[in-house]
């Protein structure tokens, strides 16, 4: 028995105390007891430490941080969408002064490629809620530029002729600017959330638009009940603004934002298509702006047709 007590490893490295060595060292007292080894202990290494929680302090700090790089993201995009715009109309405006573009023309190409060009840098701003925000300073930048050159505050002739019909300035607080603003209903209201808004600023930016373009060149038959309309812009007006809206949501769609049953959806915008080439071919355009009409009339087609 004893010597089972007394054995010791022959590990060099690791020395145990015997039965003998652990009765020298043990000392009793009524209150204390102490236990001593002649060795020390072998160093243990901890090999898994249990993974702590984040504190309140480090996770404020990644929001904080998070927040802080969203409002650079949107500020940037903001900047660089706003130059887009701006030179957009330049280069426009020189065209015109230089009587290299004719200024109906130079209108209605302004009038699909801004909207168009605007909507599709949607996906550059960033997933924060103050996104939207941020895109619509674009369009009110340009709000306000109409306001000042169309109350003739400021006066720039390369603009008015650039975007008007006739050239009068006070052709900017019509048209131009119902325009501007369908873009910021369309951008704080359904933003990158629904196809609602795609649809409807595709229909009243490439529908709308391309159709005057056509109307003008090949719209020598007139539809009977407008003969300011002719049948070449309608089917144009319904042709384009299907063909961009699907082209829209399928730019959408492939990013992630929307998902849709590709079938249902070419029925729904075939039919919102339709609805609006009515509209706007009817002989309304002295009291309600096709800037406004074909729109909205769109955004009720379609919040119809995809709610259902």
Not at 77 to 105: H, I, K, M
Not at 154 to 169: A, D, F, I, Q, Y
Not at 274 to 294: F, G, H, K, Q, Y
Request: charged share 15%; with cysteine.
């Amino acid at each position: 028995m004893t010597s089972l007590l007394s054995f010791t490893p022959s590990t060099p490295s690791l020395h145990l105390p015997t039965f003998s060595n652990v009765r020298h060292h043990l000392r009793l007292s009524p209150t204390t007891l102490l236990i001593s080894y002649p060795h020390p202990l072998p160093r243990v290494q901890i090999l898994y430490r249990a993974p702590h929680a984040p504190s309140r302090r480090s996770l404020s700090a990644s929001a904080l941080r998070a927040a802080a790089d969203g409002l650079l993201q949107d500020a940037g995009a903001t900047a660089f969408v706003l130059a887009g715009a701006y030179g957009l109309v330049l280069c426009f405006d020189n065209l015109t002064q230089r009587n290299l573009l004719q200024q109906s023309l130079s209108r209605k190409l302004v009038h699909i490629l801004s909207g168009l060009l605007f909507m599709l840098s949607w996906p550059i701003f960033s997933t924060s809620t103050a996104a939207r925000y941020f895109a619509s300073v674009v369009p009110l930048v340009n709000c306000s530029r109409l306001l000042l050159h169309g109350l003739s505050i400021v006066t720039n002739e390369g603009l008015v002729k650039s975007v008007t019909r006739e050239g009068n300035p006070k052709e900017l607080l019509r048209g131009p600017l119902y325009y501007v603003l369908i873009l910021i209903l369309c951008a704080l209201v359904f933003w990158r959330e629904s196809p609602v808004g795609v649809v409807s600023l595709a229909m009243m930016c490439g529908g709308d638009g391309v159709a005057d373009i056509m109307g003008r060149k090949f719209g020598s038959i007139k539809i009977p009940y407008n003969k300011k309309k002719s049948w070449a812009g309608s089917i144009s007006m319904f042709l384009f603004g299907f063909l961009i809206s699907i082209g829209m949501l399928y730019y959408y769609s492939f990013l992630g934002y929307f998902q849709l049953n590709w079938v249902e959806t070419v029925e729904k915008v075939a039919l919102i298509s339709l609805v609006a080439t009515i509209v706007e071919s009817l002989p309304i355009t002295d009291v309600l702006d096709d800037n406004i009409s074909v729109p909205l009339v769109s955004m009720a087609a379609a919040y119809l047709s995809f709610s259902l």
